[in-house]
């Protein structure tokens, strides 16, 4: 740099004032990852000539350590350092469930004070939507187990206030995550505040069963915006195979999205994501069906 650098309000250059930095002048909170691997399986049925009924899952591990010693919890872990936020996010996910290289969509950022009673926690949550034919789950590091659980997401109670320049949606959300031998659940209440042009929402905790941390409350906020990416990108087709049927494609968005489609607005909606082929089903049981796949030139935007 010439001599014309600029000095700040005690006469120093940047450099100058970098070597001389004090990092204990304000405290540092810890940061952590949490990921969100989410699937649509088929469940085990009795008649093997209706299509197989289909449910959402999500992965869990359960801690082995304490803080919540025994409770079911998120795969996820603290960032180093050294490490960018995304690659603590793959690096955790690898040692705690065996999962690689996958990709993740940042989710959104948790930071509430008392959220962590280890100390002040920061975490940054990354969601996916996986095959998990795909996946060869193991536990690993401080993680006892890793399973997935079925999902299941409802309204529980609403209550609307209308306001002269505004109205407040309240409302309660159920979760249930079944596994092989627990039941965990959950009630999130969200506030949704309109006055004006101002708008806020508000989630907490009602009640939490099984589920460590606020683990609820950041899966019910995935859940919400998992139900709303299907609807406007592609992330469903990470579930289907090469060449699938349009009843298997309605049924996937119907268990993301909690509510039964009809057919021919369905059909509509997807059209340009799909591509016809000349092949059709050959399942015993069932009568043939027209093959499609994903059509990946569709247009996004």
């Not at 304490?66 to 040692?95: C, D, N, T």
């Not at 995550?177 to 009630?187: D, I, N, R, V």
Request: net charge negative.
């Amino acid at each position: 740099m010439d001599a014309m650098e600029l000095r700040d309000r005690s006469g120093l250059t940047e450099k100058e004032f970098l070597q001389s930095y004090d990092v204990s002048l304000y405290e540092r909170p810890s940061v952590t990852v949490d990921m969100l691997i989410f699937t649509v399986t088929d469940k085990e049925q009795d008649n093997y000539r209706k299509l197989p009924e289909k449910a959402l899952q999500l992965l869990l591990i359960k801690r082995g350590e304490h803080p919540y010693l025994g409770q079911w919890a998120l795969p996820g872990g603290f960032v180093a350092m050294h490490e960018s936020i995304e690659e603590a996010a793959q690096r955790e996910l690898k040692s705690e469930t065996n999962i690689d290289s996958i990709y993740m969509e940042q989710l959104f950022t948790w930071g509430d004070v008392g959220r962590d009673p280890r100390t002040r926690v920061i975490s940054c949550s990354y969601m996916a939507l996986v095959d998990r034919t795909a996946m060869d789950v193991k536990a690993g590091d401080d993680a006892d187990e890793a399973r997935w659980f079925e999902v299941t997401y409802d309204l529980f109670q609403e209550k609307r206030t209308n306001f002269d320049d505004g109205f407040e949606y309240e409302k309660l959300m159920k979760i249930a995550l079944k596994g092989e031998l627990e039941l965990l659940t959950a009630t999130i209440k969200i506030v949704e505040t309109l006055k004006g042009r101002s708008t806020k929402m508000i989630t907490e905790i009602v009640e939490c069963k099984g589920i460590a941390f606020d683990h609820a409350q950041i899966i019910e906020y995935a859940i919400r915006r998992l139900q709303n990416k299907i609807e406007y990108t592609d992330i469903v087709f990470n579930l289907m195979p090469p060449l699938f049927t349009l009843s298997e494609l309605q049924q996937v968005y119907e268990v993301i999205l909690g509510k039964e489609l009809l057919a021919a607005a369905f059909r509509r909606k997807i059209a340009n994501m799909v591509v016809e082929t000349n092949e059709y089903t050959k399942d015993a049981g069932h009568r043939p069906s027209k093959l499609y796949r994903f059509n990946s030139n569709w247009n996004r935007y």
